[in-house]
C-alpha cells in the first residue's frame, strides 16, 4: 500500500474537490458558525435535511466529541462530507485523546466507505480555541501512525499561522 500524500494549504475548504470534506461539527449536527455554517450554506438545504436523519445517539447528540458520521455533498464539489466533533479545549489531557480521535475516525470512516481523498479543516482551532500548533501535531500523528488506504489526505486551512503550523508539523 503507498503512503498517501498529504497537502497542506491556506483555501476555502467548501470549494475543494474532494470524495469527502471534513466538517467541524458539533454534536446536534445541524449548522452552526466557523467551518460548520460555511459548509451548510454552500452545500444547500439538502445537508440540513440528511443530518436531521442521522439518529440520535442521546438527546440532542448525533455526533458525540471525537466520532465522525457521513452524509452527501450536495451542492458541494465534495461528493460527501464528514462531519466530525472536536473538543472544547479546556487544557485537559482528554481534550488531545479527543482531537486525535476526531481525526481518525474521519480517516477510518472514509476508508471504509473506500473513499480515495479527503479534507479537513484545523479541526476544534477557531471558536473551540485548540492551539493550532498543539492540533497541528495531533493531526500529524494521527496521518502517520498507519498506512492510510486513500490517495490523498489533505488540510486546507483558514489562516497563514494554521498554514505555518500544519507545514512545521508535517515539515
Not at 464528514?82 to 486525535?100: E, F, K, M, N, Q
Given at each position: 500500500m503507498t503512503e498517501p500524500a498529504v497537502q497542506i494549504l491556506v483555501g476555502d475548504?467548501?470549494?475543494?474537490?474532494?470524495?469527502?470534506?471534513?466538517n467541524a461539527a458539533n454534536e446536534?449536527?445541524?449548522?452552526?458558525?466557523?467551518?460548520?455554517?460555511?459548509?451548510?450554506?454552500?452545500?444547500?438545504?439538502g445537508l440540513l435535511e440528511a443530518c436531521r436523519r442521522v439518529?440520535?445517539?442521546?438527546?440532542g447528540v448525533r455526533c458525540p466529541t471525537g466520532e465522525a458520521r457521513i452524509t452527501p455533498?450536495?451542492?458541494?464539489?465534495?461528493?460527501?462530507v464528514?462531519?466530525?466533533?472536536?473538543?472544547?479545549?479546556?487544557?485537559?489531557?482528554?481534550?488531545?485523546?479527543?482531537?486525535?480521535s476526531a481525526f481518525r475516525s474521519s480517516l477510518e470512516l472514509?476508508?471504509?466507505?473506500?473513499?480515495?481523498?479527503?479534507?479537513?479543516?484545523?479541526?476544534?482551532?477557531?471558536?473551540?480555541?485548540?492551539?493550532?500548533?498543539?492540533?497541528?501535531?495531533?493531526?500529524r500523528d494521527v496521518v502517520v501512525e498507519q498506512a492510510w488506504a486513500l490517495d490523498e489526505?489533505?488540510?486546507v486551512l483558514f489562516s497563514e499561522a494554521a498554514f505555518e503550523a500544519w507545514s512545521d508539523a508535517f515539515g
Open positions: 475548504l467548501t470549494e475543494q474537490t474532494a470524495d469527502a470534506i471534513v446536534r449536527m445541524l449548522g452552526g458558525g466557523g467551518v460548520d455554517g460555511a459548509i451548510h450554506r454552500a452545500a444547500g438545504p439518529p440520535e445517539v442521546r438527546p455533498g450536495f451542492a458541494l464539489a465534495a461528493v460527501h464528514i462531519h466530525t466533533v472536536g473538543p472544547i479545549y479546556g487544557g485537559r489531557a482528554s481534550d488531545a485523546t479527543l482531537l486525535a472514509a476508508v471504509e466507505r473506500e473513499l480515495r481523498s479527503i479534507a479537513f479543516p484545523a479541526v476544534s482551532c477557531g471558536v473551540y480555541g485548540y492551539p493550532v500548533r498543539d492540533a497541528a501535531a495531533i493531526a489526505i489533505r488540510f
